[in-house]
């Protein structure tokens, strides 16, 4: 699908031929692009382009897991930093294009992720391309939904000793897994999760996670691990896990009978280990800024902020 536009012409990229084009604008997933067309987590349906004669102008692109029918994400959306008045338009004009080829009609748009560099707001001119490209994307009806932290663990870094006072095995199932996972989405502080939660119960928005993220990881489920008292009373678990890019720590809590006595660090030094055991050279994770307990115990255990990451949605509770 073509759509002209006067001078302006709006379309998807034909293959991988031209790629080349697409990254003519710079951002830090271009080099991923040619592997994840590939792999199938990108398709050139999902991969468009704004042209003004023959110069890249905007573009956007879309994401998702090898054969999933549609995108998870859109994770891509850049104009010309030029500074010509009409590129947050033109932008914004290309994302309502692709999303009417894109978007199932009738469904929400996935959300929109933009990773930054921890400092973004210090430097006006990276404040200015990163509000720019949240402000076409508003244009076309998204809002601001969190701002979070992008973490890594780097070899070399030492992991706290157990400390003693609990103890690790793995996941006996997914029922386990499950009843505590419902557990710890009381007074959860995760953006994405209190959104759930305001559309189904912790039942059911646990196993729509599990369903939807965890279960569809394909490294060893053997690395899950619970956490127990030595009686053997559950406090917790991690999810040490690979996501197709990196080695991650994909989730984590504490059951609230439990907070407030620092179990979380123990948790995270054991879900590091697990991989640290698998030879990596980093491990990396995310949390939401405002989810300031999580935040801090990855800082204690010398885990760095990389960069941030703005969540925006087309919805009204986060997708």
Do not use: C
Not at 196 to 224: D, Q
Not at 242 to 264: F, Q, T
Request: net charge negative; hydrophobic share 40%; glycine share 8%.
């Amino acid at each position: 699908m073509t759509a002209d536009h006067n001078d302006l012409t709006i379309r998807p990229v034909t293959g991988p031929d031209e790629l080349d084009l697409f990254n003519r604008l710079p951002y830090r997933l271009n080099e991923e692009l040619a592997a994840d067309l590939d792999k199938g987590n990108r398709r050139p349906e999902w991969l468009w382009l704004a042209l003004r004669d023959g110069r890249l102008t905007a573009r956007a692109g879309w994401w998702a897991r090898p054969g999933d029918e549609h995108p998870r994400f859109l994770d891509i959306l850049d104009l010309d930093d030029s500074g010509h008045p009409e590129t947050v338009d033109i932008a914004a004009r290309l994302l309502r294009t692709a999303m009417a080829e894109v978007v199932p009609e009738g469904t929400q748009p996935p959300p929109y992720l933009r990773f930054l560099e921890p400092d973004w707001r210090e430097s006006p001119a990276t404040r200015q391309a990163a509000e720019d490209r949240m402000a076409a994307a508003a244009q076309t009806g998204a809002r601001f939904f969190v701002e979070r932290l992008n973490l890594e663990w780097r070899e070399g870094t030492v992991i706290p000793a157990p400390a003693g006072r609990l103890t690790f095995r793995p996941v006996a199932g997914s029922g386990e897994l499950l009843a505590l996972m419902t557990q710890i989405l009381d007074g959860t502080l995760d953006a994405h999760d209190r959104a759930a939660l305001t559309r189904m119960s912790p039942e059911e928005a646990a196993a729509e996670h599990y369903k939807s993220e965890l279960a569809r990881y394909t490294s060893p489920r053997g690395w899950w691990r619970i956490a127990e008292l030595p009686g053997g009373e559950p406090v917790g678990f991690v999810i040490p896990a690979h996501n197709g890019y990196n080695p991650i720590i994909a989730y984590l809590g504490v059951v609230p009978a439990h907070r407030g006595n620092g179990y979380i660090g123990e948790i995270l030094a054991e879900g590091t280990r697990v991989l640290a055991a698998t030879d990596v050279d980093r491990i990396r994770a995310s949390t939401d800024l405002g989810n300031v307990p999580m935040a801090r115990a990855f800082h204690r255990a010398g885990w760095l902020t990389t960069g941030h990451q703005i969540d925006m949605t087309w919805d009204h509770t986060g997708g």
